[in-house]
């Protein structure tokens, strides 16, 4: 959905959930990811997302930390450049991930 603006209305991060930057693919369907909180996680695409959403380094998506190993999480959402860059513009993404 976009606005008059040109603004679209993007999926933000829920609950425990937050923003992350894929720095490294390390095989198969792990990640590693930079979060928001500061903390670098291994990141796995879960099965709904495996073969439809693929997953390039610097890109920005939601990230849930695992209630039991708070070093891993699981990916929520990938943002494609647009709405990556429109995340930057309204200042969603601080300083660490808005590279």
Same mark, same amino acid.
């Given at each position: 959905? +976009? %606005? /008059? %603006?040109? =603004?679209? &209305?993007?999926?933000? *991060? /829920?609950?425990?959930?937050?923003? &992350?930057? $894929? +720095?490294?693919?390390?095989?198969?369907? #792990?990640v590693? !990811?930079?979060? &928001?909180?500061?903390?670098?996680?291994?990141? @796995? %695409? *879960?099965? @709904?997302?495996?073969? =439809? +959403?693929?997953?390039?380094? =610097?890109? $920005? $998506?939601?990230a /849930?930390?695992?209630?039991?190993?708070?070093?891993?999480?699981?990916? /929520?959402?990938?943002?494609d450049?647009?709405?990556?860059?429109? !995340?930057?513009?309204?200042? #969603? !993404?601080?300083?660490? !991930?808005s &590279?």
């Amino acid at each position: 959905m +976009t %606005s /008059e %603006s040109g =603004r679209r &209305a993007l999926r933000m *991060p /829920e609950g425990d959930e937050q923003f &992350a930057l $894929v +720095t490294r693919h390390e095989g198969g369907n #792990h990640v590693r !990811l930079q979060c &928001a909180d500061g903390k670098n996680r291994m990141g @796995r %695409s *879960p099965g @709904r997302m495996k073969f =439809r +959403t693929w997953i390039n380094e =610097r890109d $920005v $998506v939601i990230a /849930e930390p695992w209630d039991w190993d708070d070093d891993k999480a699981n990916i /929520e959402w990938r943002y494609d450049g647009q709405d990556a860059d429109q !995340l930057r513009r309204e200042g #969603h !993404l601080d300083g660490d !991930l808005s &590279a």
